[in-house]
């Protein structure tokens, strides 16, 4: 069965920053990308970043510039640093994983005050 597993989230205040990780664990038989969503209360998830095993990565423009992702292709393991973080960043943050089949997280949330 295979589970990922978030960690990292907390209260912070805004500026500071925040470490995600997620741990995938279990029979995956192949992976495009990792990477990491969120959602906000009442509004539709989002896609923060991606990464590759290559090592190509995709952020959205709301977070290019503060975020940085990164992983460990070995301990299948995917990482979001986030800095300068805005109250506009609270969210649930979601790891996702996999090819064609697709793997999710339970979420690990982050709240941001002003």
């Known amino acids: 069965q295979v589970q990922l597993v978030e960690s990292g989230g907390g209260l912070v205040q805004a500026g500071v920053s925040l470490r995600l990780s997620c741990a995938a664990s279990?029979?995956?038989?192949?992976?495009?990308?990792m990477g990491w969503f969120r959602q906000a209360p009442g509004k539709q998830r989002e896609l923060v970043a991606t990464?590759?095993?290559?090592?190509?990565?995709n952020y959205a423009d709301s977070v290019n510039g503060r975020f940085t992702i990164s992983g460990d292709n070995a301990k299948k393991t995917v990482y979001l640093q986030m800095n300068s973080l805005k109250p506009e960043d609270k969210a649930g943050y979601y790891c996702?994983?996999?090819?064609?089949?697709?793997?999710w997280g339970q979420g690990t949330k982050v709240t941001v005050s002003s």
């Open positions: 996702n994983a996999g090819s064609q089949t697709r793997y």
């Open positions: 279990g029979f995956i038989f192949s992976i495009d990308n």
């Open positions: 990464i590759t095993p290559g090592g190509n990565i």
